[in-house]
């Protein structure tokens, strides 16, 4: 098997609810806090509190950073616990809240499991299922949430100035989930606009003109705006001053707040030009934020594949700034939960874990992936025992998916040459071939080593490009 004779998913074992509230960090459990006390806020002494309590501090200790009586950060912290034991139906306490968060998080996933078990319509009319292809739709049954990124991101976006970058290869959920942020932000009272960069033109990237001329002519038009560019721009100041201005004093005076997102913005990777300028400009829109009104009123998500080769001052970039989130793969429990949605009643319990932990040992956690099994298990098409031997092959489910795939590197043979040094474990990397192969899911970075993402590309490509080795 691939690695050490297996996949490591979570070292081959299920991640738990139990698991993640063990490890789970301060601001993590402070966004569950919040979610449970809407629509009370906590005011920054309260959150102070709380944080500090659960990393293990005593009252004493808090008061003394905080240089506050310890008489009254232990009042704050009653009334805290006071707050969520009304909230959560049982008394919470310093001591045992750890306890109570993992009980509360055990029992969320025990519903999500149940839900759509309990819907017969859901999960036994074979034609509400949908097969995997492109972006979840809003509302639909066969996206699982990730927690807390979810939470995390819903609160995130409605911060004035605030800025979000997901990160993860291709086919994880990251427009999915970015379609879900657009969502909460208008049920919020948010303008939202969105660019995708794979839908511009080769010509749009031809020139830091063209290119910031082509946004503010989508964003005024997604605003139901005129493009009134030639009221703003000035060859003399500039592209990237003539496109700040046009925010300042076009758009962002005619919204209370615009939530402007920018998809696959890893194809700017590919201009390392126009990379250069663009974005440092954004990192100075983030700044700007904590200074003037007016930018407090756009928010930015930034959606991305890969790590940024491309170099940039530390103090310029937006990838070392905001609330950055990187995608995981999907848990087993996630997994189950996903099972149960398309039908498949013998995914719960032990037997249904083990079967599932196989599925899991072939393909990791990739979203789409697990999607596609499941649709053409729910299908009754064939067996799991069927699919995971016929996998790896031409004539398997993923057939179509590998030699897309396997397109993709005979196109660039070089990127090919560095794959097979992956998975023939011989030679290094660089920068830019570590970002093509990531960006296209084929490779990860665990434990400081690149590797294969799954055993299903290790013995496809294995065979595939090692017949072009010896040919």
């Known amino acids: 098997m691939f690695g050490s004779q297996a996949i490591a998913i979570e070292s081959r074992a299920a991640e738990t609810y139990s698991d993640r509230s063990e490890a789970m960090t301060p601001d993590e459990a402070l966004l569950i806090l919040e979610s449970l006390l809407q629509p009370k806020s906590l005011n920054d002494l309260q959150q102070t509190v709380f944080c500090q309590s659960w990393a293990g501090q005593n009252y004493e200790e808090i008061a003394a950073g905080l240089s506050y009586d310890a008489s009254y950060i ?86 004035p100035g605030s800025l979000i970058r997901i990160r993860a290869p291709r086919q994880m959920g990251k427009s999915s989930l970015m379609h879900r942020i657009l969502a909460h932000a208008k049920q919020h009272g948010l303008q939202t606009a969105t660019l995708n960069l794979q839908r511009a033109d080769r010509a749009v990237f031809s020139s830091l003109d063209a290119f910031l001329r082509w946004l503010c002519a989508n964003i005024a038009q997604q605003l139901g705006l005129a493009p009134a560019l030639a009221d703003y721009w000035n060859s003399e100041i500039g592209s990237k001053m003539s496109c700040t201005i046009y925010f300042q004093r076009y758009l962002l005076p005619t919204v209370e707040a615009l939530v402007l997102a920018f998809d696959e913005v890893n194809r700017l990777f590919e201009y390392p030009d126009l990379a250069a300028d663009f974005l440092p400009l954004l990192r100075s829109w983030y700044e700007d934020a904590s200074e003037y009104e007016v930018w407090q009123r756009l928010r930015l998500v930034v ?60 393909i990791g956690g990739h979203p789409y992936l697990v999607r596609l099994a499941l649709y053409h298990l729910a299908r009754q098409e064939m067996t799991l025992e069927q699919l995971l031997q016929a996998a790896p092959t031409s004539t398997g489910i993923y057939s179509e998916h590998l030699r897309q795939q396997l397109s993709h590197l005979q196109n660039q043979p070089q990127l090919a040459a560095a794959f097979w040094r992956i998975l023939s474990s011989k030679g290094h990397l660089e920068p830019i071939e570590l970002y093509k192969l990531e960006s296209l899911g084929l490779v990860k970075i665990q434990t400081g080593e690149i590797q294969p993402s799954c055993y299903l590309y290790q013995r496809y490509f294995q065979d595939q490009l090692g017949k072009e080795e010896t040919a």
Request: charged content about 20%; some cysteine; hydrophobic content about 40%.
């Open 74 to 159: 232990r009042d704050i912290g009653s009334q805290l616990w006071l707050m969520l034991s009304k909230a959560l139906g049982e008394k919470v306490t310093k001591k045992n809240m750890h306890v109570v968060f993992r009980r509360y998080q055990q029992e969320q996933m025990r519903q999500s499991l149940g839900s759509y078990g309990r819907d017969r319509a859901v999960v036994h009319a074979s034609d509400r299922l949908e097969f995997p292809n492109g972006v979840v739709a809003l509302g639909s049954p066969f996206y699982i949430e990730r927690p807390p990124i979810e939470l995390r991101a819903f609160s995130e976006v409605c911060k």
């Open 303 to 362: 959606v991305h594949a890969t790590e940024v080769y491309i170099p940039l001052n530390l103090n310029q970039s937006p990838f070392n700034v905001g609330l950055p989130i990187t995608l995981p793969e999907l848990t087993l429990v996630q997994v189950q939960a996903l099972a149960l949605r398309h039908g498949l009643h013998w995914a719960t319990g032990e037997a249904g874990a083990s079967k599932l932990t196989s599925l899991l040992e072939m």
